[in-house]
């Protein structure tokens, strides 16, 4: 659910950057700390399409192909949040996600090593409950000279030495390896559960006009196991990962403002995921929805009148004192007897980052528990980025 344009505008500057990095406990972000963006303004831009394809109609999805990139298209992304502990039940939560954003739509005739159509940025965060801790890392780099790039078969989508890879069909083993300044993941994630073909098909629609939406698929359920460096210390976890794939040229409506997306995975082993648009006047838009998967992985389709979602607090951000998030909320779907709380594991767990937004882990309570991970994009005067 991203709009892109202005992204090639941060290229010039995130080309310029040897990454980002900040460490966010209780205090305020450092000084200096540069200027974000908006990501409605991240993800749409102009407009103009010129001559990437559109999302229009229903397709197959062929794995391991469509695990890789889709390159007549603008944007995409690869997503994975998760939440695992160690064997002492210390928890974590943690964000690894890739972007892909093309440059031009025009054919690439240079023959420098250099030469290229598309950049990536990755963006890796940690929760560390325990601590209070949230730390939270971007890096930007060209698809040239091995710098960053994504392929299908055999799976990579890499930036540096950041990366998610594998081999095999649809539910495929993965590994997730990401480290900087002492925070270091590494990951690998079973899927238990075969894909979840997001809104009708695989086609999520955010917006009336043809082409505002994107091919979106889900592994929802991935056993996860490996270790977490954290502090000087290196710990053995388990645990459970999302992975969320998307793509398109453009998707959502010009009256679209922000959006608030779940990924929540229930211990009685359905997982359930939900977005929220919200409108300039505050109201919701029509296309917002969601699907609620069954242990079995049968899944169903849930548009606005199927959810209530509820906030029931909020949190205001130390670094823009314009961005007042939600912070705790009740969601519900009475015909599938669900009714649950849903609190953040800490209060902050802000991206300061180029883009700024809140993406954070979540414990769930009510008619059933378990962990998920949520993301609140459009609450203040340059926030967040997130693919749905």
Do not use: C
Not at 122 to 128: E, I, Q, V
Not at 202 to 226: D, F
Not at 239 to 244: A, H, K, L, N
């Amino acid at each position: 659910m991203r709009r892109i344009g202005v992204i090639l505008a941060l290229v010039a500057l995130a080309l310029g950057l040897a990454g980002g990095v900040w460490a966010v406990t209780r205090q305020p972000a450092p000084v200096g700390v540069q200027a974000s963006l908006s990501a409605i303004e991240a993800i749409e831009g102009t407009g103009e399409t010129g001559n990437f394809a559109l999302v229009t109609t229903v397709r197959p999805f062929v794995y391991p192909a469509d695990h890789g990139p889709h390159l007549e298209y603008r944007t995409e992304w690869w997503y994975y949040t998760g939440n695992v502990a160690g064997a002492d039940g210390r928890r974590f939560g943690y964000q690894l996600t890739f972007f892909r954003s093309a440059m031009t739509d025009q054919p690439i005739t240079r023959t420098s090593q250099w030469a290229t159509k598309d950049v990536y940025m990755a963006h890796f965060a940690l929760t560390d409950v325990a601590n209070n801790q949230f730390y939270a890392f971007e890096r930007f780099a060209r698809s040239a000279a091995e710098l960053a790039g994504s392929s299908g078969d055999p799976y990579r989508v890499f930036l540096e030495d950041w990366s998610a890879t594998g081999s095999g069909p649809e539910g495929m083993t993965m590994r997730l390896v990401a480290q900087q300044d002492g925070v270091a993941i590494d990951f690998t994630l079973e899927s238990t559960k075969l894909s979840t073909l997001q809104g009708d098909r695989g086609v999520s629609q955010k917006g009336a006009e043809a082409g505002n939406a994107s091919y979106y698929y889900s592994l929802t359920r991935m056993a996860t196991s490996g270790t977490i460096t954290v502090g000087g210390e290196q710990l053995a976890i388990t645990g459970s990962s999302w992975m969320d794939h998307e793509w398109g040229t453009r998707a959502l409506g010009s009256d679209v403002t922000g959006w608030d997306w779940f990924a929540l995975q229930l211990d009685d082993g359905r997982d359930l995921m939900l977005f929220l648009l919200r409108r300039d006047d505050g109201s919701l838009g029509e296309y917002s929805a969601g699907t609620l998967i069954d242990g079995d992985g049968t899944t169903r389709a849930l548009s606005l009148a199927d959810f209530q979602i509820d906030v029931l607090d909020r949190w205001a951000s130390p670094r823009d004192a314009g961005a007042v998030y939600p912070a705790r909320w009740r969601v519900q779907i009475p015909s599938a007897q669900i009714d649950l709380t849903l609190t953040p594991q800490i209060a902050d767990q802000e991206l300061p980052l180029t883009i700024r937004y809140w993406e954070g882990s979540v414990r769930i309570e009510g008619s059933s528990t378990g962990y998920g991970y949520i993301e609140l994009s459009g609450y203040g005067d340059g926030d967040g980025v997130r693919a749905q």
